[in-house]
């Protein structure tokens, strides 16, 4: 079974800190991957997506994928209190299905 | 643009009765997905329309449900008949293309059954 796996949290984070979140998948055929962030309340709404081994930036994010290790992590650097939310870690293969991991909440402490 | 556009954003109903939720993609992108949120099991893809032809309908959970894709800016999912354990909230999404997993989000529809 085609699995994501990420840490539920709570993950409690100083404001202006760097907030890590992980993800692992199963399946060695995914080929993208993709940081959906998620208000209470709300929908989820896509931030990053990353496809290459390595680091990918794009403002104070920054996502890292490791094949190898089979891992996706989305850095937030300088963290404010308005990236609380839900992240949600997604990994596509070669066709519309995305695989999605359960979701870590981040609560982000002024 | 708008964005995808789904109603109504809050439906309350009794077990038994017919429940129609409604999508509009965003105008240009030929695929259409229906998600399914809850605590327990999270995102759950329910159907995968490309160009308005359902492509994937494994995640229906059983023949009360049925959704349509009549054209390229419309689509429903009824649930009929509705029970509680169908109490969840509903999300239309829709993209450009075929393979990405670039999905963009109607606000979602919460449906109480009670």
């Known amino acids: 079974q085609k699995e994501v796996e990420q840490n539920s949290g709570p993950l409690s984070v100083p404001e202006g800190a760097i907030a890590s979140l992980n993800c692992t998948y199963s399946d060695r055929g995914s080929q993208s991957f993709f940081w959906y962030r998620q208000y209470s309340g709300k929908s989820p709404e896509l931030i990053m997506f990353?496809?290459s081994n390595g680091d990918k930036e794009d403002g104070r994010f920054t996502a890292q994928l490791n094949k190898a290790s089979q891992y996706v992590s989305l850095l937030i650097r300088d963290s404010q209190p308005s990236d609380s939310a839900t992240y949600l870690c997604a990994a596509g293969g070669s066709n519309y299905q995305l695989i999605w991991g359960a979701g870590t909440k981040l609560i982000i402490k002024p | 643009d708008a964005g995808v556009i789904q109603s109504p954003r809050h439906e309350v109903t009794e077990m038994g009765q017919e429940v129609t939720l409604r999508c509009k993609p965003i105008s240009g992108h030929n695929s259409l997905f229906w998600y399914r949120q809850t605590m327990m099991r999270g995102l759950e893809l329910l159907i995968y329309?490309?160009?308005?032809?359902?492509?994937?309908d494994s995640g229906m959970p059983e023949d009360r449900f049925s959704a349509k894709m009549p054209n390229a800016s419309f689509s429903t999912l009824k649930i009929q008949p509705s029970e509680p354990r169908d109490s969840a909230v509903y999300f239309c999404?829709?993209?450009?293309?075929?393979?990405?997993?670039?999905?963009?989000f109607g606000e979602g529809s919460r449906l109480t059954v009670l």
């Open positions: 999404a829709s993209s450009l293309g075929e393979n990405t997993g670039e999905l963009f």
């Open positions: 990353i496809y």
């Open positions: 329309f490309n160009n308005n032809v359902p492509i994937d």
